[in-house]
T-cell receptor, first 114, second 115 residues
């Protein structure tokens, strides 16, 4: 089983619909992140959380919200999806006790808003 | 301002050629970390290497090598004798202690190795 699991893996939704992307991890990491990937733009940070009571906006948080339900779970919501939110979304974790650590990524969720 | 710049958007090489992927970073922190990730066509992000700001030694792992130069704020990645399986998008990333270890990614370099 993957250490960082995202559900769903693929989703097509209609404009205006609310959608939630879920992420769970078994690595025991405190830090969790949501990124979106668009062609030519790399990975851009949407939200991040350094522990259960800590939520921070990233570079492109408008139109998104998050919930850190537990150390292992970090959900991303699009309250009213729009077509330019069509992208590949990644959840990631890292070990907050050590700065010398890489980010561990989920498999990604490909979201299409029509 | 972009903290990590990967100026090469796309590169094509013929199999067995060597190729270098450039990465230039910007930080005012003295403690920071640099990373390279590979994203093959299947889409997952595969961690390749981590380097901290206090260790400028170059590293070689098989056909892969990394050249870290603080003087030019660069962390370049070289693939020797490229293979078709090296075709992927490669991302360079920066993590700074001063910003609590957020990860900043470059825009990626798409490498195509032609058989």
């Amino acid at each position: 089983d993957a250490d960082v699991t995202q559900t769903p893996r693929n989703r097509i939704t209609k404009t205006g619909k609310r959608i939630m992307l879920e992420c769970s991890q078994t690595k025991g990491h405190d830090r969790m992140y949501w990124y979106r990937q668009d062609p030519g733009l790399g990975l851009r940070l949407i939200y991040y959380s350094f522990d259960v009571k800590d939520i921070n906006k990233g570079e492109i948080s408008d139109g998104y919200s998050v919930s850190r339900q537990a150390q292992a779970k970090f959900s991303l919501s699009l309250e009213s999806a729009i077509p330019n939110q069509t992208a590949l979304y990644f959840c990631a974790t890292s070990d907050g006790d050590s700065l010398n650590t890489e980010a561990f990524f989920g498999q990604g969720t490909r979201l299409t808003v029509v | 301002a972009q903290k990590v710049t990967q100026a090469q958007t796309e590169i094509s090489v013929v199999e067995k050629e060597d190729v270098t992927l450039d990465c230039v970073y910007e930080t005012r922190d003295t403690t920071y970390y640099l990373f390279w990730y590979k994203q093959p066509p299947s889409g997952e992000l595969v961690f390749l290497i981590r380097r901290n700001s206090f260790d400028e030694q170059n590293e070689i792992s098989g056909r892969y090598s990394w050249n870290f130069q603080k003087s030019t704020s660069s962390f370049n990645f070289t693939i020797t004798a490229s293979q078709v399986v090296d075709s992927a998008v490669y991302f360079c990333a920066l993590s700074e202690a001063i910003t609590g270890n957020q990860f900043y990614f470059g825009t990626g370099t798409s490498l195509t190795v032609i058989p």
